[in-house]
């Protein structure tokens, strides 16, 4: 089966592109239009090309426009962390992975978002099987967190000096920890 991965980051993807290549066929797929500034996108970016060189795997940098993005949350931009706002943010991620997915002719998708501890797994899995429905394709749900999965994406990302940011991505996250 050939799974296109949605990746956030370098150091997420770590975990999940170990575990979903042990059985699948696994292209990345880098679609973060939340990522606030251009030059922190630019950051992971490079993270993501330095791991996918370092492991020999593909992945599609579809070009970064965060305007549809911002429509995505527009009326939520003032809530927290973890709240309806990062549900339409990951909700808009999933449905444009599931649509390009379909359109390169992919079997399924799946997230990299479930390696972090900070977000919610039942939703991501929840919102995943909803839009591969809609697109008529599979999903693959995970909870790569899950048997150290986290700890190991951690030790990875320093054996091969990959960057770890600081913030979630959007610029409401960024104002937060620079507060
Ligand atoms: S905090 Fe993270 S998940 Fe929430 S809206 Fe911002 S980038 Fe998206």
């Not at 986290?150 to 409401?172: A, I, M, N, P």
């Amino acid at each position: 089966m050939k799974i296109l991965l949605h990746i956030c980051c370098a150091p997420d993807a770590t975990t999940a592109y170990k575990r979903l290549s042990a059985e699948y066929e696994v292209v990345g797929y880098f679609f973060n239009p939340n990522v606030h500034p251009v030059e922190e996108y630019i950051k992971r970016k490079n993270a993501l090309e330095k791991l996918s060189s370092a492991w020999k795997f593909d992945v599609f940098y579809p070009f970064y426009d965060p305007q549809p993005w911002f429509r995505a949350v527009k009326g939520l931009e003032d809530l927290s962390e973890g709240s309806m706002r990062c549900k339409a943010c990951i909700a808009f991620r999933m449905r444009q992975t599931a649509l390009a997915a379909k359109k390169m002719g992919f079997d399924a998708f799946a997230t990299s978002l479930t390696t972090s501890p900070h977000k919610d797994v039942n939703f991501i899995n929840e919102i995943g099987a909803k839009m591969a429905k809609y697109v008529r394709i599979g999903y693959i749900p995970s909870a790569f967190r899950k048997k150290d999965g986290f700890k190991e994406s951690v030790r990875y990302s320093h054996e091969l000096g990959l960057y770890r940011q600081d913030y979630c991505g959007c610029t409401f996250s960024l104002r937060k920890v620079r507060r």
